[in-house]
């Protein structure tokens, strides 16, 4: 049986005219983008397989590079989630339609504006000194090692509450020093969770984009500041994915 072939969705934008985006490489073909339209909103789609969509990297990849493309020709661009994709053109416009009043809120919220994002990333060796550092933890390591397995299995989780206290502590020294700064200069901002054992922070900053130039001369002048200690992995332009939340959803007509 053919696949069926339906509407998937990447983004939205302000726009009241047809918009013309060129092709994109989907699915194992080449698809051209187009745009439906109601009132002053448009979904930017591409014709796309009917099925479930699973978050690898080749599509999400496409997914991002297709709405980058959107974002350096519109002003206001609201991303949609990975992987939605509906049976009709009249499907994605009732879809549009429900969405309208969210949409019409956002595109005045993200317009001119883009996402910004740091990790940073404690280096191993700052973070070993930074324990030997702590006379408790060291004292408390010292008495476990000189115990016997059942008397010493209580002090190793008491250790490991120590070792979590501590290392929430420099978190929270890193959120005042580099996160508060830099939330300062954004529109918004936003701390993700954070990642395996060494990650000290995960944010999310929304900038005006005449301002990127000068989000970028902070940033670099805290890495001057603590790049001895920690890595930085500063990602971007994005679209306002951590500032923004929409349902999507098609009602019966």
Known sequence: MAEETGVYIFCCIQAEGEKDFGTIEFEGEERRLFTLHYKDAAVVAAHAPVKIYHPKKDPLMTHQAVITKVMQEERAVVPISFGNVFKSKEDTEVLLENLYPQLEKLFTE?????????????????????????DRMQKQKETVKGKSEAAGYFDRIQLGEMARDFFTDIQ??????????????????????????????????????????????LVNELYQTWGDYVDFKYTGPWAPYNFIHIQLKVEAS
């Not at 996402?115 to 030997?132: F, P, T």
């Not at 020294?173 to 000290?200: C, F, S, W």
């Open 172 to 217: 929270n020294d890193v959120e005042k020093r580099i996160h508060e700064p830099l939330a300062e200069l954004a529109e918004a901002a936003k701390k993700n969770d954070t990642l395996g054992e060494k990650m000290l922070l995960n944010g999310a900053y929304l900038i005006d984009r005449d301002k990127e130039e000068v989000f970028d001369a």
């Open 110 to 134: 993200v317009r001119d504006k883009m996402e910004i994002g740091l990790k940073v990333v404690g280096k191993r060796e700052w973070l070993e000194s930074m324990v030997h550092q702590n």
